[in-house]
């Protein structure tokens, strides 16, 4: 089991998915937007390890820095 150091977690929550014949969505919960200034647009790299896992971390947009 990964450990998850508690100080370093800002946000937590659960979402649903939402699958329509070929369409997939799910909803990025508004403190994850504001926290990273997400816009329309922006895009999300979705990893999937082996044990089932799965790690979600923001594209940036090119001359962007955070």
């Not at 450990?3 to 994850?32: G, L």
């Not at 923001?58 to 820095?65: E, F, I």
Request: hydrophobic content about 35%; cysteine-free.
């Amino acid at each position: 089991m990964t450990q998850i150091d508690i100080d370093e977690v800002v946000y937590i929550t659960e979402t649903s998915i939402t699958i329509r014949e070929s369409r997939r969505r799910t909803t990025v919960p508004k403190e994850i937007v504001d926290e990273l200034g997400l816009k329309n647009g922006d895009k999300l790299r979705w990893i999937l390890f082996e044990d089932g896992k799965i790690m979600l971390t923001q594209v940036k947009r090119k001359g962007v820095s955070k």
